[in-house]
């Protein structure tokens, strides 16, 4: 590969390391995705297991129940809305890595292309060179 094709390699590089960058960032959001999501469960367990203590004894605890069940139903809400707004922003993620990559295949495209011009022009130089010395001893031959 000569100089004109490899002058891309920064920049590829580059690229690579942009599309690495923006893996990583959507992994950190989904992560944090699967991890409210099990909080969001334990908040359903949570519930489940004061039901059943209210329930046994409803005297004492039906009144406790009532605080905690509102208290569960805010957090529930604010949860929904943050993993509605985490997954808005993983899709803008999703969005930045495919940019990234389509970015890195032009570049990598323009290299392959470039180098198969240089590869063409050089065998082209190379053939008219043979052509030359064919046509040189040709002429000895003639003498």
Same mark, same amino acid.
């Given at each position: 590969?000569?100089?004109?094709?490899?002058?891309?390699?920064?920049?590829?590089?580059?690229?690579?390391?942009?599309?690495?960058?923006?893996?990583?960032?959507?992994? %950190?959001?989904?992560?944090?995705?699967?991890?409210?999501?099990?909080?969001?469960?334990?908040?359903?367990?949570?519930?489940?297991?004061?039901?059943? %203590?209210?329930?046994?004894?409803?005297?004492?605890?039906?009144?406790?129940?009532?605080?905690?069940?509102?208290?569960?139903?805010?957090?529930?809400?604010?949860?929904?809305?943050?993993?509605?707004?985490?997954?808005?922003?993983?899709?803008?993620?999703?969005?930045?890595?495919?940019?990234?990559?389509?970015?890195?295949?032009?570049?990598?495209? %323009?290299?392959?292309?470039?180098?198969?011009?240089?590869?063409?022009?050089?065998?082209?130089?190379?053939?008219?060179?043979?052509?030359?010395?064919?046509?040189?001893?040709?002429?000895?031959?003639?003498?």
């Amino acid at each position: 590969m000569s100089r004109k094709a490899k002058d891309l390699d920064t920049l590829i590089r580059l690229n690579k390391w942009t599309v690495d960058e923006r893996q990583r960032e959507l992994g %950190v959001l989904q992560q944090r995705e699967t991890e409210w999501i099990l909080f969001g469960e334990s908040l359903d367990k949570q519930l489940l297991r004061e039901q059943k %203590v209210a329930s046994e004894d409803p005297t004492s605890a039906g009144l406790i129940y009532a605080a905690f069940a509102t208290n569960h139903r805010v957090r529930r809400e604010q949860l929904q809305l943050a993993l509605h707004n985490l997954r808005i922003e993983i899709e803008q993620s999703r969005d930045r890595l495919a940019e990234a990559y389509r970015g890195l295949k032009v570049y990598e495209e %323009v290299q392959k292309t470039r180098a198969k011009h240089e590869r063409e022009e050089e065998a082209r130089v190379e053939q008219l060179t043979l052509d030359e010395i064919g046509q040189i001893q040709h002429q000895r031959k003639q003498r």
